[in-house]
């Protein structure tokens, strides 16, 4: 059934918001809170990392729930205006409670979360990158620019392969999925071989790419001639690249943007900073490893997201191209 609310916005009255709760839950080895948020027929939730799971509980259920309660989840930017006019100042307990909001509002409305952000068209699922290497302070990427996310998979199953082969048997894995490599410099070879060989064998292009801790490791001039050599480079701040170079923050000098949506106070917000990007001539790229950013990416059609490879980003962006019934691989 639908109604006109206060703000003259028709709204379907069973996405209106019954019961918000938090709860602690253990995730990645962490104790996370998990926010749900009810509706007459449907549930939404997402669980985010606090430093101070009991305040945040408290946070949630005593100052945000009481003001969302009795209103539709289904009008995002109503929804949201409240949350982030609460005195809550964590960006990550307001994302949080955003995306719990909009997710109920879709399983209510019977959507898949990616076509309720962005519509009928959102049919291009992003490039996916992952780091694999890493010394402590850099890490090593690699970005299959496959066609589908069967192709993706694939290729990452057999850089794995590949790695395993190599560092296997004395190399340690962290808790993301990285092999531990004294400095990611001396390796660069031996991984772009690796990528190398497998994109000659699945006949897929594998860009290189790496993430530097600090820039003052590009002074060094023999380190700057093996950066010199990769297709992609993340840093904290613009540096001398000729390949594709993504910066945190905007700036015309960088090709990308990098954005953490659990520094952004909530969905509404990710929207409209996306778009000033946009508008800024960067391309942003969403880095995090939680699967709601999978629907996130597909319904603003954000053309690459970071995860780490042990993650279910992957995993979700599979089952999201089995939904779609002609889906694109979004380039860049």
Not at 52 to 57: K, L, R, S, V
Not at 75 to 82: A, H, T, V, W, Y
Not at 178 to 202: A, G, P, V
Not at 293 to 315: E, K, T
Request: hydrophobic share 40%; net charge negative.
């Amino acid at each position: 059934m639908e109604y006109i609310n206060t703000q003259g916005i028709f709204v379907y009255e069973d996405t209106v918001v019954e019961r918000i709760t938090a709860k602690k839950v253990f995730k990645n080895s962490k104790i996370n809170i998990k926010i749900t948020t009810l509706t007459k027929v449907g549930i939404g939730y997402d669980i985010i990392e606090v430093e101070n799971p009991d305040y945040a509980i408290s946070d949630v259920e005593n100052i945000v729930a009481p003001e969302l309660i009795g209103h539709p989840a289904s009008d995002q930017d109503f929804m949201d205006s409240i949350i982030c006019s609460t005195s809550i100042e964590d960006p990550a307990i307001t994302m949080g409670l955003s995306l719990s909001i909009s997710r109920a509002a879709a399983n209510t409305l019977g959507l898949p979360f990616f076509k309720y952000i962005g519509g009928a068209l959102s049919t291009e699922l992003p490039t996916v990158g992952c780091s694999l290497l890493y010394d402590g302070n850099n890490e090593l990427i690699a970005i299959p620019m496959a066609e589908s996310m069967d192709e993706m998979i694939l290729c990452y199953s057999k850089i794995l392969e590949g790695l395993s082969l190599k560092y296997g048997n004395n190399t340690v894995v962290d808790v993301k999925g990285r092999y531990i490599c004294n400095s990611i410099f001396d390796e660069l070879d031996t991984f772009k071989k690796i990528m190398l060989d497998i994109s000659e064998e699945e006949d897929i292009k594998i860009l290189t790419g790496a993430s530097i801790g600090h820039c003052k490791v590009m002074e060094k001039r023999d380190i700057y001639e093996r950066i010199s050599s990769l297709d992609y480079l993340e840093s904290p701040k613009v540096v001398e690249f000729d390949g594709t170079l993504a910066i945190e923050g905007i700036d015309e000098a960088a090709d990308f943007s990098i954005l953490n949506p659990y520094n952004i106070g909530s969905l509404s917000e990710l929207y409209h900073y996306i778009q000033y990007i946009l508008d800024s001539g960067l391309t942003p790229i969403i880095t995090c490893n939680n699967t709601t950013f999978s629907h996130v990416a597909v319904g603003l059609r954000i053309p690459f997201l970071r995860s780490n490879i042990n993650s279910n980003v992957l995993n979700e962006l599979w089952d999201i191209e089995r939904i779609l019934n002609n889906p694109n691989i979004n380039g860049f």
